[in-house]
């Protein structure tokens, strides 16, 4: 049986004054705090160590770019692209992921808490080696996307595509995949155990296991 949890929601004040992403260059700590920036558009940034709490990104397109160790609380992402960008070893505590682009995106050695991605593009996102507690993917496509010996504690895939992913190295118990549309997946068999699937899907890891399913 899967456990059931809830995951809290980004805590953001309803009158957040409209700001602007290129503040962080100004400052010798980049910091956006308590603003509200939308239809922005930029590429190639690299910006280390950002700290990111209580911002709203509606429309905001940040490809290309690499925010290496980024710190994020309290923050929505709505309707944005962040393409082949990097927040890799990052700390990113109630973050709301909705109806954005992520392809690509390198989320590795990341620890993430409260998140929840809904809506999303994320094929071949890498989170190889990132730590997760309280995660929520929700209908969203994860084609190709590495889950690389992570650490999953809490974690749920609702009515995702989770074709080719790879969980290898990554214990799956309590992990409901069940809603889930996939082909193949790569797993570590001795980390299946407790893993919840369909009745459908039981067939196709029968097989994975070099059991003859006679249809």
Not at 96 to 103: G, I, M, Q, R, Y
Not at 115 to 139: H, P, T, W, Y
Not at 148 to 159: A, L, P, W
Not at 196 to 209: D, H, K, N, R
């Amino acid at each position: 049986m899967t456990t059931k949890f809830k995951i809290e929601r980004p805590l953001i004040p309803n009158d957040l004054p409209q700001g602007t992403f290129e503040d962080v260059f100004y400052d010798e700590e980049p910091y956006l705090s308590h603003q509200m920036i939308t239809n922005t558009s930029r590429e190639n940034d690299s910006i280390e160590r950002l700290i990111v709490f209580k911002v709203l990104f509606q429309k905001v397109s940040l490809i290309h770019s690499n925010f290496n160790k980024i710190d994020m609380t309290d923050v929505i992402f709505e309707n944005c692209d962040l393409s082949n960008s990097t927040f890799n070893e990052g700390i990113i505590h109630r973050v709301t992921f909705k109806n954005c682009k992520l392809l690509g995106v390198d989320f590795s050695e990341a620890h993430l808490g409260n998140v929840s991605f809904e809506g999303c593009i994320m094929n071949l996102c890498n989170f190889g080696l990132a730590r997760f507690k309280q995660i929520c993917f929700d209908q969203s496509s994860l084609r190709s996307t590495s889950f690389y010996d992570c650490q999953f504690k809490k974690v749920k895939f609702e009515h995702c595509n989770i074709d080719e992913v790879d969980f290898s190295d990554t214990p799956l118990n309590n992990i409901d995949i069940s809603t889930c549309k996939f082909e193949r997946l790569n797993v570590t068999i001795k980390n299946l155990s407790g893993c919840v699937i369909s009745t459908e899907q039981a067939i196709g890891f029968a097989e994975l296991l070099g059991l003859k399913v006679k249809r």
